[in-house]
């Protein structure tokens, strides 16, 4: 009797296949990822330097879905690797395969095409990536001349006027009241010498969810609209505070949150406030900006409850924060 045939052994797959098998089996939502990788300057201990940031951003929650930073110029296989983690290994909620992803059309990103069509992914090559330019608005990179970034860092901040503009920030996000406001809102506060101011509630037209302010109408508008490009974004003065997740947010931001234990209306919803003056820099809101954001978080909800858009009855509203004097501000409608 002849000993039967030893059975050759199966070879092992490649690591790269069992990712592939790990993907596919993963449920498609009808969601859009916007992919970039940028160059980012920076100055460290006086010396210039040059840092890589490869961003993710879903179109369907208007959040960062990834940030990765590196020293070197990424590859095509070190951003496959990211956007692999983000869709196997999410920071918040369950794991999924987008239907799309959208890449800039002069980013030299195109070789991520057939790597992410092999698991039923579609990739789309665009001209223009509006939530990947809101976020790296957000990540300016300190340049080291005493340009503070924290919060509590702004003279006159403190800790309990912090903590308001979260409580306040946390009811705006559920509210989610971009999903009704339809036109910009005048905000004036008659004790100031500034202002009038012009609010736009983002998140509605596929931007970043949140609320902008400017005393420039023109900018309003086009923040309104989606339409606030690069070059006009570096020539506007404004005030925002946008939604996002927890790896958009810089770390001493992110340290005062957890030391103090402010609240959040989501996993997603960490609230990432600054303000915007000619030129590539942002700032943390001083004192009174920082107030007259809180004001306006809790004063638009109640002008949304109360007046129809349309309506030329403006709302006279006093608002009580828990420090300093009331906050008076006047809203209406703007015309036109």
Aim: proline letters at 9%.
């Amino acid at each position: 009797m002849m000993a039967p045939k030893p059975q050759a052994k199966q070879p092992k797959k490649r690591r790269s296949s069992r990712i592939s098998d790990q993907l596919k089996r993963l449920p498609r939502r009808d969601d859009t990822w916007q992919i970039d990788v940028r160059p980012v300057e920076a100055t460290l201990s006086d010396k210039s330097i040059r840092r890589w940031v490869i961003a993710v951003v879903s179109e369907a929650d208007a959040a960062v879905v990834a940030i990765a930073r590196t020293d070197e110029r990424p590859t095509v296989r070190s951003i496959h690797s990211v956007l692999v983690e983000a869709m196997l290994h999410p920071e918040d909620g369950l794991a999924y395969r987008p239907g799309q992803f959208q890449l800039r059309a002069d980013r030299p990103l195109r070789g991520l095409g057939p790597l992410l069509r092999t698991v039923g992914v579609d990739v789309t090559v665009v001209d223009d990536l509006d939530l990947i330019d809101a976020l790296f608005e957000q990540l300016n990179e300190d340049d080291g001349e005493g340009y503070a970034r924290c919060l509590l860092d702004m003279p006159g901040v403190t800790p309990p006027m912090v903590r308001s503009l979260f409580q306040s920030a946390a009811v705006f996000c559920r509210r989610m009241p971009w999903k009704n406001a339809t036109a910009p809102i005048q905000v004036e506060w008659p004790a100031s010498t500034n202002g009038p101011w012009y609010a736009a509630i983002t998140g509605a037209r596929g931007t970043t969810r949140g609320l902008a302010l400017s005393e420039s109408l023109e900018t309003v508008h086009l923040i309104d609209q989606g339409k606030l490009t690069d070059r006009k974004a570096r020539a506007a003065t404004a005030m925002a505070i946008v939604f996002g997740g927890k790896k958009a947010m810089i770390d001493s931001d992110l340290e005062v949150v957890e030391q103090y234990q402010l609240p959040l209306a989501g996993p997603r919803a960490y609230p990432l406030v600054f303000c915007q003056e000619p030129g590539p820099r942002m700032r943390p809101p001083l004192d009174w900006e920082l107030r007259l954001l809180d004001g306006c978080l809790r004063a638009i909800l109640k002008f949304l409850k109360t007046r129809t858009r349309g309506s030329a009855k403006p709302l006279e509203v006093e608002v009580t924060l828990p420090t300093g004097p009331p906050l008076p501000l006047i809203l209406r409608w703007i015309r036109g």
